[in-house]
């Protein structure tokens, strides 16, 4: 009898240490949270411009790589400084080296995009861009239904 | 719990820093799913969840396209799900705030609707919703033609949950000179001008009443992905994807055939009469495109698959077809000589794509391409060589094929 009260005593005792454990431990994550907050204010706030305060070192890239101006994917060539200038600001390079025009349908596109998309007057610099495009990425001759090519050979297992 | 929300919010957040090297600090409100713009630069591939062999085609705006073998699943998944964007995904994207608004010359007044508006004032429906990319199969029309190089995988078949667009009309109060419906979404101009919408399209009345029109918030069960259209997509199955517009804040009810960015030629349109490949279309000779044409992908096996001499092949696929329904599917090993039943399941409902299976036997070792062709309701069978020649290369349904050795 006596053992089982002493028992229950224990126990209340226990709990009561368990609740003031938890009661510090809820203390001192409040505290830090609050020194953390004061000394971070801008915990709270989308800070998208951070990433402008990040440097991260690397090596000088090589510029081009087997013909290819490997910042952007477009084939290396004459005028490509000025495409890259006025074609990449608005949209990616893939835009344009995914596509096959002849001159006259570059410059169709070009038109489209000064109607309706904002695109400036690119003056002088219009025959130099349409030069490059027309020489690298110009139609290619094929049929009404290619063979299929590429194909990547695999054991099927069934 | 809601702590632990929070805490897998910061946990998200810190993964999202990790990948473009830097440290970003999200407010409480950052949104499930939530892309941040500056991540519009990152990898795309952990950024939207897609699967490793997706192909990126574009990545200002992102255009992303699938592949036959990973359209495999009856219920098209977020991670083989084709991304097509005209503009930038919006940056911000309270869901709190969000609204669609009913507008236009044909409603008799204007109206608003919350989010938990439109979720509780409507019966919810459940489809599954063929949408296929108008300019799917663009990359083999010769000339080339202007514009993302789609090969076979911008075409997708979810399961989208929402209300129909016909039950929000009729709350709003339609007038007879209705025409066309035409969306607004809250993405972003590529140049960034907030005054310049970036697409807004839609669809005769007839088409925007059916049952299976849905302004959607669920895809697959689940809150529509970002890159997707979150909070609120309209879905309208069968006609070029383009017409489902993403991130849904107005819908304007018109008494003429609808002028937003995109409906204007010669977007989305084909010519009305046919043309010689290379033929220069005047506007006025351009036509919107509606209902999708015929069309079949195999999904199982993946091209190039070798087998042994005297082992039969188990082919399967998806068939749809527009507005229609997929009547006949067939299967060829001899280039279109003959052709041969596939067994062809019916429609989930309305709109969703059908699932063919066949047992393919090789007379003798050597290469063979097994094709698929599909006959829709109206008799319309997908061609072997390309379809008519288009400006905007548009519509190419050609029948599929894959490459097969036997050994």
Same mark, same amino acid.
């Given at each position: 009898?006596?053992?089982?009260?002493?028992?229950?005593?224990?126990d209340?005792?226990?709990?009561?240490?368990?609740?003031?454990?938890?009661?510090?431990?809820?203390?001192?994550?409040?505290?830090?949270?609050?020194?953390?907050?004061?000394?971070?204010?801008?915990?709270?706030?989308?800070?998208?411009?951070?990433?402008?305060?990040?440097v991260?070192?690397?090596a000088?890239?090589p510029?081009?790589?087997?013909?290819i101006?490997?910042?952007?994917?477009?084939?290396?060539?004459?005028?490509l400084?000025?495409?890259?200038?006025?074609c990449?600001s608005?949209?990616? *390079? &893939?835009m344009?080296?995914?596509?096959? #025009?002849? !001159?006259?349908?570059?410059? +169709?596109? @070009?038109k /489209?995009m000064q109607?309706?998309q904002?695109?400036?007057?690119?003056?002088?610099?219009e025959?130099?861009?349409?030069?490059?495009? *027309? &020489?690298?990425?110009?139609?290619?001759? #094929?049929? !009404?239904?290619?063979?299929? +090519?590429d @194909?990547? /050979?695999y054991?099927l297992?069934? | 719990?809601?702590?632990?929300?929070?805490?897998?919010k910061?946990?998200?957040a810190?993964?999202?820093?990790?990948?473009?090297?830097?440290?970003?600090?999200?407010?409480?409100?950052?949104?499930?799913?939530?892309?941040?713009?500056?991540?519009?630069?990152?990898?795309?591939?952990?950024?939207?969840?897609?699967?490793?062999?997706?192909v990126?085609?574009?990545?200002?705006?992102?255009?992303?396209?699938?592949?036959?073998?990973?359209?495999?699943d009856?219920?098209?998944?977020?991670?083989?799900?084709f991304?097509?964007?005209?503009?930038?995904?919006?940056?911000?994207?309270?869901?709190n705030?969000?609204?669609?608004?009913?507008?236009?010359?044909?409603?008799?007044?204007?109206?608003?609707?919350?989010?938990?508006?439109?979720?509780?004032?409507?019966?919810?429906?459940?489809?599954?919703l063929?949408?296929?990319?108008?300019?799917?199969?663009?990359?083999?029309?010769?000339?080339?033609?202007?514009?993302?190089?789609?090969?076979?995988g911008?075409?997708?078949?979810?399961?989208?949950?929402?209300?129909?667009?016909?039950d929000?009309?009729?709350?709003?109060?339609?007038?007879?000179?209705?025409?066309?419906?035409?969306?607004?979404?809250?993405?972003?101009?590529?140049?960034g001008?907030?005054?310049?919408?970036?697409?807004?399209?839609?669809?005769?009345?007839?088409k925007?009443?059916?049952?299976?029109?849905?302004?959607?918030?669920?895809m697959?069960?689940?809150?529509?992905p970002?890159?997707?259209?979150?909070?609120?997509?309209?879905?309208?199955?069968g006609?070029?994807?383009?017409?489902?517009?993403?991130?849904?804040?107005?819908i304007?009810?018109?008494n003429?055939?609808?002028?937003?960015?995109?409906m204007?030629?010669?977007?989305?349109?084909?010519?009305?009469?046919?043309?010689?490949?290379?033929?220069?279309?005047k506007?006025?000779?351009?036509?919107?495109?509606?209902?999708?044409?015929?069309?079949?992908?195999?999904?199982?096996?993946?091209?190039?698959?070798?087998?042994?001499?005297?082992?039969?092949?188990?082919?399967?696929?998806h068939?749809?077809?527009?507005?229609?329904e997929?009547?006949?599917m067939?299967?060829?090993?001899?280039?279109?000589a003959t052709?041969?039943?596939?067994?062809?399941?019916?429609?989930?409902?309305?709109l969703?794509?059908?699932?063919f299976?066949?047992?393919?036997s090789?007379?003798?070792?050597?290469?063979?391409?097994?094709?698929?062709?599909?006959?829709?309701?109206?008799?319309?069978?997908?061609?072997?060589?390309?379809?008519?020649?288009?400006?905007?290369?548009?519509?190419?349904?050609?029948?599929?094929?894959?490459?097969?050795?036997?050994?």
């Amino acid at each position: 009898m006596i053992d089982s009260n002493r028992q229950k005593i224990l126990d209340e005792i226990q709990r009561h240490i368990k609740a003031l454990t938890r009661g510090i431990y809820a203390l001192v994550i409040g505290v830090a949270t609050l020194i953390y907050y004061l000394l971070n204010p801008s915990i709270l706030n989308v800070d998208v411009q951070s990433k402008e305060s990040v440097v991260v070192a690397e090596a000088p890239l090589p510029e081009y790589e087997n013909g290819i101006h490997l910042a952007t994917g477009f084939k290396e060539g004459e005028n490509l400084n000025l495409v890259i200038a006025n074609c990449t600001s608005c949209h990616s *390079a &893939k835009m344009v080296t995914q596509n096959r #025009a002849t !001159r006259d349908g570059w410059k +169709t596109m @070009i038109k /489209w995009m000064q109607e309706t998309q904002n695109l400036w007057e690119l003056g002088e610099s219009e025959p130099l861009i349409l030069d490059y495009l *027309a &020489k690298y990425y110009a139609p290619e001759k #094929a049929g !009404r239904r290619q063979p299929l +090519t590429d @194909i990547d /050979w695999y054991e099927l297992e069934d | 719990m809601k702590s632990r929300r929070n805490f897998i919010k910061q946990t998200s957040a810190a993964t999202l820093g990790a990948l473009i090297g830097s440290r970003i600090v999200f407010g409480k409100n950052l949104p499930k799913d939530y892309v941040p713009v500056i991540l519009q630069d990152g990898d795309p591939y952990a950024m939207f969840n897609k699967h490793k062999d997706m192909v990126v085609l574009n990545n200002k705006p992102w255009n992303i396209e699938s592949a036959p073998h990973l359209l495999d699943d009856k219920i098209t998944p977020n991670e083989k799900m084709f991304i097509r964007n005209n503009g930038l995904i919006p940056e911000k994207t309270d869901v709190n705030k969000w609204t669609l608004t009913i507008d236009g010359e044909s409603v008799s007044k204007p109206k608003t609707y919350t989010l938990q508006e439109l979720k509780t004032k409507f019966p919810q429906h459940t489809y599954q919703l063929t949408i296929e990319c108008g300019g799917n199969g663009r990359k083999e029309f010769n000339p080339p033609a202007k514009g993302n190089q789609w090969e076979y995988g911008g075409v997708a078949c979810a399961e989208w949950t929402g209300v129909r667009l016909a039950d929000v009309l009729k709350d709003v109060g339609i007038k007879a000179n209705a025409v066309y419906i035409g969306y607004y979404g809250a993405d972003v101009h590529l140049t960034g001008n907030p005054e310049k919408v970036v697409i807004s399209r839609g669809v005769p009345m007839n088409k925007a009443m059916e049952d299976e029109t849905l302004i959607a918030f669920k895809m697959n069960g689940k809150e529509i992905p970002l890159a997707h259209g979150y909070p609120l997509r309209l879905v309208i199955g069968g006609w070029p994807a383009s017409v489902s517009g993403k991130w849904l804040k107005r819908i304007a009810v018109r008494n003429i055939v609808h002028d937003g960015p995109k409906m204007e030629a010669p977007s989305y349109r084909v010519p009305c009469k046919p043309v010689a490949p290379g033929d220069k279309v005047k506007d006025e000779d351009m036509c919107i495109i509606e209902s999708m044409p015929v069309k079949s992908l195999i999904t199982y096996p993946k091209t190039g698959a070798m087998i042994d001499k005297g082992n039969a092949l188990n082919i399967r696929g998806h068939a749809w077809a527009g507005d229609l329904e997929v009547a006949k599917m067939e299967y060829s090993i001899d280039f279109g000589a003959t052709w041969k039943p596939c067994k062809l399941d019916k429609p989930a409902n309305r709109l969703a794509w059908q699932h063919f299976s066949a047992t393919v036997s090789f007379p003798e070792d050597g290469y063979y391409e097994v094709w698929a062709r599909a006959t829709d309701s109206a008799g319309e069978s997908q061609p072997m060589v390309l379809p008519n020649w288009n400006p905007k290369g548009y519509l190419n349904n050609a029948c599929h094929r894959i490459a097969v050795k036997v050994k």
